[in-house]
């Protein structure tokens, strides 16, 4: 079946401007994450969905990050008036409750110039 | 804030050796995480650990978890290139998932 998908694939972005990330989770999969990945380090959490609502945003660095996932399927991660410290590969993962398992997609390469 | 460690940070070893990747974590928690990740790509799930004392296998990689020690293992017997990848342990706590800073394993020929 399809896995985790997430749009663009790479968006390159002035400082100042708003983007917007996409992510499309495998079908019927509840749990969401968001992270940012920095070059030559781990993954940071940024943000957890459990259905429609963020059950935990407490990874978001400051109030121009902003997620939604309005109908508990497609999230999209929002940055406004971005700079370049935001650079970095965004991944999305999805998954089922029992395991606590993550798939993940393969990610968003941001650069702000 | 929950700190999970990794090490060595780097590894460089030749086909056909064994060795072990060390990962430290700073609360208690019985779920432990490995992945995989090539250049360039996303993370890839290779293990879940869920208890104490849990052993996992697949292939030339054996995972294992010592919730009491906080310590978590990733051993590679007798290497081969196609393992070369950066290796991800994860804990996670509650909602969030903390990964450690990875191992960038290259196997020799």
């Known amino acids: 079946g399809a896995g985790v998908s997430q749009t663009p694939s790479n968006k390159v972005t002035e400082k100042g401007k708003y983007v917007e990330l996409r992510c499309d989770p495998i079908?019927?999969?509840?749990?969401l994450y968001w992270y940012r990945q920095s070059l030559g380090q781990g993954p940071e959490f940024l943000i957890y969905f459990q259905g429609t609502g963020a059950a935990d945003d407490s990874g978001l660095p400051n109030d121009r990050f902003f997620a939604v996932r309005p109908e508990g399927s497609v999230s999209t991660l929002k940055i406004q008036r971005t700079e370049r410290g935001d650079s970095a590969v965004y991944l999305c993962?999805?998954?089922?409750?029992?395991?606590?398992?993550?798939?993940f997609g393969p990610g968003t390469r941001l650069t702000v110039t | 804030e929950l700190k999970v460690e990794q090490n060595p940070l780097f590894l460089s070893m030749q086909e056909g050796k064994n060795y072990t990747i060390y990962c430290n974590y700073s609360?208690?928690?019985?779920?432990l995480y490995w992945y995989r990740q090539d250049p360039g790509k996303s993370l890839e799930s290779l293990f879940v650990?869920?208890?104490?004392?849990a052993v996992k296998q697949e292939g030339r990689l054996m995972a294992s978890l010592d919730t009491k020690a906080r310590l978590s293992t990733l051993h590679i017997t007798a290497a081969v290139h196609d393992l070369s990848a950066t290796y991800f342990c994860a804990v996670d706590s509650g909602n969030q998932f903390y990964f450690g800073t990875g191992t960038s394993l290259t196997v020799i020929p």
């Open positions: 993962a999805s998954g089922g409750t029992i395991l606590h398992e993550q798939y």
């Open positions: 079908s019927g999969h509840t749990a």
């Open positions: 609360t208690t928690s019985d779920r």
């Open positions: 650990l869920l208890s104490n004392g």
